[in-house]
């Protein structure tokens, strides 16, 4: 019979909704565990538990492990595009080592590009904590009118069960550059 024990207590949800198909925020190889927690990789071998550090990924879909501890996965970030990584975790004295193995466009490719990078808000309403991403307008060749805001985008994430991420989001960063706020 087998027994359920929660691997790795964290006040963030791990899992997708079962609609998402194919979709894996966890792996496991039988000797660790790689785990997509809140943005940062996470791994579990024996009791331990350490970040992976993923410098400039923040999204994680798709978790493998292999037996050799070699992790792939689907990752982007605020300034990063979607692509293929793969992660040697095998030596735990060491970083990881991190290849690009494919990626849906280059970083020189973004570089030019005036890309906002979204803040991480959290509030209270009506005692419920709520969070969000914020895109502040960015624009280097204009400025808006001093006494004026710029108008606000809101952007709902169509959950309860799912969440909004900061990957980079062309359809997002489209709105920034004309001086709008975005809220999702």
Not at 29 to 49: K, P, T, W
Request: glycine fraction near 6%; hydrophobic fraction near 40%.
């Amino acid at each position: 019979m087998a027994i359920e024990r929660n691997v790795f207590p964290v006040d963030h949800e791990i899992g997708y909704p079962l609609w998402q198909f194919a979709d894996r925020p966890y792996a496991s190889n039988g000797s660790c565990i790689i785990m997509n927690v809140n943005g940062r990789l996470m791994l579990r071998r024996e009791l331990a538990v350490r970040e992976v550090p993923t410098p400039g990924y923040t999204v994680f879909s798709h978790l493998s492990i292999t037996q050799a501890d070699v992790v792939y996965t689907i990752a982007s970030g605020p300034k990063k595009a979607s692509c293929v990584l793969r992660i040697d975790v095998s030596k735990e004295d060491q970083e990881p080592i991190i290849d690009v193995i494919r990626t849906a466009r280059e970083d020189s490719d973004l570089e030019a590009l005036d890309i906002s990078e979204p803040e991480h808000l959290e509030f209270q309403s009506d005692g419920v904590p709520v969070t969000a991403w914020f895109y502040k307008p960015k624009n280097r060749h204009f400025t808006g009118p001093a006494a004026m805001l710029p108008p606000v985008l809101l952007l709902g994430h169509g959950g309860p069960t799912a969440a909004a991420v900061n990957s980079l989001d062309l359809k997002k960063q489209f709105f920034t550059p004309e001086v709008l706020l975005c809220w999702t």
